[in-house]
C-alpha cells in the first residue's frame, strides 16, 4: 500500500536540495503513476500582464495536443478558473461530463481531473493539473496529497522566479552601466572633436563645415580615428597630421 507521505517526503527533500520545480512535477507523477494512477501533469505559468497562462510543461501529454494547450486566459477552462479564484478544482467522471470547460481534459482523455492554483503569497505562478485516464475520480485523501505536492511545487517555483528576478536585476544594471561608459566615451569624443573643428577654423579661416570636412579628410588620408586625431589636436594645438 503507498504510503503518501513517502512521496511528500522525498518532493521536500529534493526541493530542499535544489531541485527545479519541473523535475518536482516529473518526479510527483511518477511516484504516483501506480498507486494514484496519475497518467498526465499540465502545469501553467501565469502571464499577469496578458491575464493569461501560459503552458510551462507537460508530463505524459502527447505532443499533438500542445498546441491547444499553449495559452489559456484566466476565467477560462478549468486551469484558468483555478488561477482566477485560486481555488483547487477536482472533476469526476470527465469523460462523461458535458461541462465545456473540461474540453481541454476530455481532449487528454482524462476520466479523473484535478487542478491546483501555485502561489507565493500573493502572487500567482500558475497552476499544475493531474489527470488519470483510468479512474473515475480521485479520493479526498489523494487530493489532499495532491494539493500538498502542488504547494512544494509552487515553493520551487517561487525559487526560480527570485533567482530569475535577480538575475535580470543584474544583467539590467551590467547593461545600465555599460551604456553609462559608452554615453560617456561618445561625449568625451564629441567633445574633443569639437574642439578640434574649434582650432581647425582658428588656424585656416575655415567654417564649422570645411573644417569638420577636413578633419575627415585628414582622418582617412592617415588611417587615424577622428577621436585620436581630434585629441592630438587639441593637446598639440598642431594641423600637422
Same mark, same amino acid.
Given at each position: ?34 498507486p494514484y494512477a496519475v497518467d498526465f ?12 497562462? =501560459? ?5 505524459? +501529454?502527447? !505532443? &499533438? ?7 489559456? #486566459? *484566466?476565467?477560462? %477552462? ?34 479523473a481531473y484535478a487542478s491546483f492554483p ?36 509552487a515553493a520551487a517555483a517561487a525559487r526560480?522566479?527570485? =533567482? ?5 536585476? +543584474?544583467? !539590467? &544594471? ?7 561608459? #559608452? *554615453?560617456?566615451? %561618445? ?55
Amino acid at each position: 500500500m503507498h504510503d503518501p507521505l513517502s512521496t511528500l517526503t522525498q518532493l521536500g527533500a529534493d526541493l530542499t536540495a535544489g531541485a527545479g520545480s519541473a523535475a518536482l512535477v516529473a518526479r510527483l507523477v511518477d511516484d504516483l503513476a501506480r498507486p494514484y494512477a496519475v497518467d498526465f501533469s499540465v502545469r501553467y505559468a501565469a502571464a499577469p500582464a496578458e491575464r493569461a497562462l =501560459t503552458l510551462h510543461d507537460t508530463t505524459g +501529454v502527447p !505532443a &499533438r495536443h500542445l498546441p491547444a494547450l499553449k495559452v489559456v #486566459h *484566466l476565467g477560462e %477552462a478549468v486551469c484558468g478558473m483555478v488561477a482566477q479564484r485560486r481555488r483547487p478544482e477536482a472533476h469526476d467522471r470527465v469523460d462523461a461530463d458535458p461541462d465545456p470547460r473540461l474540453a481541454l481534459a476530455r481532449e487528454l482523455d482524462a476520466t479523473a481531473y484535478a487542478s491546483f492554483p501555485l502561489t507565493a503569497g500573493p502572487s500567482l505562478l500558475g497552476t499544475l493539473s493531474v489527470g488519470s485516464r483510468t479512474r473515475p475520480r480521485f479520493d479526498p485523501e489523494e487530493l489532499t496529497v495532491l494539493g500538498l505536492a502542488a504547494d512544494l511545487v509552487a515553493a520551487a517555483a517561487a525559487r526560480e522566479h527570485g =533567482t530569475a528576478a535577480l538575475d535580470a536585476a +543584474v544583467t !539590467a &544594471r551590467a547593461a545600465a552601466e555599460d551604456r553609462q561608459r #559608452h *554615453l560617456e566615451t %561618445a561625449l568625451a569624443s564629441n567633445r574633443s572633436i569639437a574642439m578640434a573643428i574649434g582650432i581647425v577654423m582658428a588656424r585656416s579661416g575655415l567654417t564649422a563645415d570645411a573644417a569638420q570636412r577636413w578633419l575627415t579628410d585628414a582622418s582617412q588620408r592617415t588611417n587615424t580615428k577622428m577621436r585620436t586625431l581630434a585629441e592630438r589636436i587639441v593637446l598639440t594645438g598642431s594641423l600637422d597630421v
